[in-house]
């Protein structure tokens, strides 16, 4: 198929196996930055003696602005260039992570955590799109979208493992700062990287830029996520129902304006015609609820075993490298083999995760826990979550022209982050909610995960319908 110029790479000596490896740090940084937050809002918490709530608001502002400016960051590097916005948008992540670092308030950290979401808007897009740009062979192409996967999830465990080091190194006062302060030369080294061995793409001048779209799709966003933080918290007021309906009320004006948009061929900020391809749409519906629960599980463990089981930060911490081990070695297993075992395969992982909850629900029982009960059901869960996770982004690019790439990549983009700002809201809420008021960990704890069982169970359905 003809590759639109916007989307053109010039031929190059640069291994794209090499470049490969420097753009995967893009997701690696972000998605670590999603969770290293985890395992420290205990002591967050503690030093700016805050809420709940603003601790969930602190995970979900970040998640909100990387939502939010997704599919702009991905319009802006067809724009003026893949190379040139992937390294911009680094620059601004590692300057809103020192804001982070020396953030003086509560309020201060959740707008710089907004920020920093923003700026990994601009970034993590690019990555996507040269990866469907720098590899043309399908089997390549399903390799390196397997790495992707990989980095995503390596990210999320490395997040709590490196989070749970930090706050109990003590080698600055306010140990928690590390968290931010550690992207500043990771940053660095990834924008000189990508300036040598990355290679630019072409440009599209005639890029529109949908303003009116991202606006309304701002508003309606932070309009859901944030009265279902606050509900939890205040008892339901008023106020909160009434943003929720104003948050359906915009996102269905967003979807007739996209319509009329696209109608007039005019660049609209969710090209809806991507929702006709049923892989796209299989993709994104079971991405949506996927990384719901796996977002939402990391943030709830990571709050269960400090406060539940009274465990360190740093114990806690490298707990998460029992889940990150069969990660990987699911993910390279799954990398070479998905297509032979299709979405059996996929549904097969979401039984493992299921069975790891329900091994949780036997053995996680009373105030303390032995490492016999918690190895089995990490190791089983990173497994069961290292055999889906590198495959839902090929499943939803599996018939994508190339020159819808960049669109699509922000749309996927954009419901992941969605999807796991929603789960930190929602389910994360839920655990919240109970344990402060009932007082028993387990009980919010297991209610928490019968809610994660279901989304699983969604997830299992809807691959069903996938045809190869």
């Keep these: ?249 915009l996102l269905g004006v967003f979807v007739w304006y996209q319509h009329w948009l696209g109608k007039r061929q005019r660049d609209p900020l969710v090209p809806l015609e991507l929702f006709r391809i049923r892989s796209f749409n299989t993709g994104v519906i079971s991405v949506l609820f996927f990384f719901g629960v796996n977002t939402a599980y990391i943030f709830i463990v990571a709050i269960y075993f400090q406060n539940g089981f009274h465990m360190s930060p740093f114990t806690a911490g490298n707990y998460f490298v029992m889940q990150t081990i069969p990660f990987l070695l699911a993910s390279l297993w799954s990398i070479k083999n998905a297509a032979r075992y299709g979405i059996r395969l996929l549904q097969f992982a979401c039984i493992l995760m299921i069975l790891s909850f329900i091994l949780q629900l036997v053995l996680f029982q009373g105030d303390v826990v032995t490492p016999y009960d918690i190895m089995p059901c990490l190791i089983i869960y990173g497994s069961g979550s290292g055999l889906l996770m590198p495959s839902l982004l090929k499943v939803a690019m599996w018939d994508m022209p190339p020159a819808k790439a960049g669109a699509a990549s922000g749309v996927y983009s954009t419901v992941q982050q969605f999807a796991s700002a929603l789960g930190v809201s929602m389910l994360g809420g839920i655990f919240l909610y109970l344990a402060r008021h009932s007082g028993n960990f387990y009980l919010a704890y297991k209610i928490a995960l019968f809610c994660m069982m279901g989304y699983l169970v969604i997830v299992m359905i809807v691959l069903n319908r996938v045809k190869r």
């Design 1 to 249: 198929m003809k590759t639109d110029q916007s989307v053109y790479i010039k031929p190059t000596t640069v291994n794209p196996w090499i470049s490969l490896a420097i753009i995967l740090l893009a997701p690696l940084i972000t998605v670590i930055d999603v969770f290293i937050v985890n395992i420290s809002t205990p002591a967050i918490k503690a030093y700016f003696h805050s809420s709940d709530a603003a601790l969930e608001l602190v995970i979900a502002s970040y998640l909100l602005g990387y939502a939010v400016f997704l599919i702009t960051g991905s319009r802006t590097g067809d724009y003026l260039g893949k190379k040139k916005v992937f390294i911009s948008g680094l620059a601004a992540f590692t300057l809103t992570s020192a804001m982070c670092g020396f953030a003086t308030s509560m309020e201060m950290l959740i707008v710089s955590r907004l920020l920093q979401g923003v700026a990994a808007a601009f970034t993590v897009p690019q990555t996507i799109t040269l990866i469907q740009l720098n590899f043309q062979s399908p089997a390549d192409r399903d390799k390196a979208y397997g790495l992707y996967g990989m980095a995503l999830g390596t990210g999320a465990t490395l997040g709590q493992f490196l989070g749970g080091y930090f706050i109990t190194s003590h080698l600055i006062t306010d140990s928690w700062r590390l968290i931010f302060l550690v992207n500043l030369p990771f940053g660095i080294v990834a924008m000189l990287l990508a300036w040598f061995f990355v290679q630019e793409s072409g440009q599209n001048k005639s890029t529109r830029f949908d303003i009116p779209g991202i606006i309304l799709l701002t508003l309606a966003l932070s309009l859901l996520i944030y009265p279902v933080i606050q509900g939890a918290e205040l008892g339901w007021p008023a106020w909160t129902i009434t943003m929720l309906a104003g948050a359906f009320i």
